[in-house]
């Protein structure tokens, strides 16, 4: 079963920007978001970069960490080159849920692309992603 999801993580990845993203389909956020009808949501960017990590590790298949990692440089693009990344009136960082021209700060989908940032510092121990994960927690702690 893990194979048919990883499955469909692989035929549905895109690349943007060198990095590796996945589409969300709008359906019903369009009132309230004013998303258009495909968008690339940060809190899915951090779940699949944890399911990424998690299949990496049960199937030890380097091209899994890589595309972890790939995904994850998305979430550095800005919100201004088409990315997820905000920084806002009070110098703290954002991962967009909803990438919407007017600021959203959606805290939940925050949460869960932070997670999907630790995990991926958990398993490669690099210290630039550490950093993030510490400027998350910075925006989590004042927010």
Do not use: H
């Amino acid at each position: 079963r893990l194979n048919s999801i990883l499955d469909w993580f692989e035929s549905n990845k895109k690349v943007f920007k060198d990095c590796y993203v996945w589409y969300n389909q709008n359906f019903d956020n369009n009132l309230r978001y004013d998303l258009g009808k495909l968008y690339i949501s940060s809190m899915a960017i951090g779940e699949i970069i944890s399911f990424y990590l998690r299949m990496y590790q049960i199937f030890n298949k380097q091209g899994l960490l890589d595309t972890a990692i790939k995904a994850y440089d998305f979430l550095k693009i800005d919100f201004a080159e088409n990315g997820v990344k905000r920084i806002d009136e009070n110098g703290y960082l954002w991962f967009e849920e909803y990438p919407t021209t007017k600021p959203s700060y959606v805290l939940n989908g925050f949460i869960y692309t932070f997670f999907g940032v630790y995990d991926l510092y958990r398993v490669t121990k690099n210290n630039s992603i550490k950093e993030i994960c510490n400027e998350c927690i910075k925006t989590l702690r004042n927010n």
